[in-house]
């Protein structure tokens, strides 16, 4: 019997398509050989569970991830300077906001970078108003949300979309473009952005007319909006009405209902999908409850789903994230695992909202301590390595 060492290239090629970043590690350590053959990275690694970005560690800077599947830490050097938001993941992409507003994508792994346009105003129009804000609360507020239509390693003409601003403003950034371009024909303070089937999708918030409005574009020199047919009812009931917005009132006799929804858009099963998130407020904003629906966008119909078959989406301000659990040990199925709301609605930027909510069984559990306090201006995300 031949020596595990002396293996084909090839058939040594083959095995490591199915190792997840840690183990392809793992496997490039065994022997010479192994190493040569991955150091050449023919197959990228397999799907794995995404990691949580944490904050940095103060007396090394380092940034510190969780990797859910292996229940550790890990350590990386960003290339980033210290003191950096993060504003978004995609395909294994940080977007980084630093103190000074200096907009940047990263691959963590690989040290690569592309240096962005300054993000456009927080107030609309009036970026000498930005003078007056706390510069860390307009750091951690300024970008919501940003997104990466494809892969930069595999496509040179990229787009990035942003939500910004007071008031979720859209716009989008080509490769080799030096400025953000507006969207102007957009919703008014939308929820999440998503593309599919090589188009932006964005979804509005059920406060307007208690219906969840979809609408598509396509960037261009004149990007043009669509408002889709399709819409999807708040809660199913079209007397409900679920408050978008914290209410702020002093008046002790306050009636408002204290409670909000937050709309997604993920993509899995070659269906775009609709994914409510209920949260009920007390000292923070605290989730109770997720809804799926399955959007039909030929028929302009959609379909409640009791359950995700056997899957689980990973949701916060990076993109969605969906996987087969059955290839994990340590990761549910038809489970939503969340992150936290606390970068914009707490002077704490703990980790007290993070979950992972069982579609079937509608249970809440943790996956990470409550009381760990990390170290940055903003609220962890979710992160998939790519070391290509």
């Not at 907009?103 to 456009?120: E, H, I, K, Q, S």
């Amino acid at each position: 019997m031949a020596k595990w060492s002396d293996l084909p290239d090839d058939m040594i090629e083959y095995l490591t398509s199915f190792l997840p970043i840690q183990d392809y590690h793992r496997f490039s350590a065994v022997c010479r050989n192994w190493h040569m053959v991955a150091k050449q990275k023919r197959h990228s690694p397999a799907q794995q569970i995404p990691w949580l970005a944490l904050g940095e560690m103060k007396d090394t800077k380092k940034r510190k991830f969780y990797n859910l599947s292996e229940d550790r830490h890990n350590y990386l050097d960003v290339p980033e300077p210290c003191g950096t938001v993060l504003c978004g993941s995609s395909y294994g992409w940080l977007f980084t906001l630093d103190r000074k507003l200096n907009f940047r994508l990263v691959n963590p792994l690989t040290g690569v970078c592309y240096d962005l346009p300054r993000p456009p105003p927080y107030y609309e129009g009036h970026i000498e108003q930005e003078m007056y804000m706390d510069p860390e609360e307009l750091q951690r507020c300024l970008v919501f949300k940003a997104i990466l239509d494809y892969d930069p390693r595999t496509r040179s003409d990229f787009t990035a979309l942003i939500l910004y601003g007071e008031l979720n403003a859209q716009a989008f950034w080509r490769a080799g473009s030096t400025v953000w371009t507006a969207i102007t024909d957009l919703p008014y303070v939308p929820d999440d952005i998503a593309f599919y089937e090589g188009k932006f999708y964005i979804v509005q918030s059920p406060c307007v007319d208690n219906y969840s409005a979809i609408y598509t574009f396509e960037v261009g020199t004149h990007p043009k909006a669509t408002k889709l047919e399709l819409q999807v009812p708040c809660r199913g009931d079209p007397n409900y009405i679920v408050e978008d917005t914290v209410c702020d009132c002093t008046d002790t006799d306050c009636n408002c209902i204290n409670k909000c929804t937050v709309n997604y858009l993920v993509v899995f099963g070659g269906k775009l999908h609709l994914v409510e998130r209920f949260l009920e407020m007390s000292d923070h904003r605290l989730t109770t409850e997720f809804v799926l629906h399955e959007l039909d966008l030929e028929r302009n119909k959609y379909f409640t789903c009791p359950h995700i078959n056997g899957h689980a989406i990973f949701l916060g301000a990076s993109s969605p994230v969906v996987i087969n659990p059955s290839c994990y040990h340590n990761c549910m199925k038809d489970a939503i695992y969340f992150t936290d709301f606390a970068h914009v609605f707490s002077e704490s930027y703990g980790a007290e909202d993070l979950g992972i909510y069982d579609l079937i069984g509608k249970s809440m559990t943790r996956y990470y301590p409550r009381d760990v306090i990390h170290h940055a201006p903003a609220a962890p995300i979710w992160f998939t390595p790519n070391p290509w």
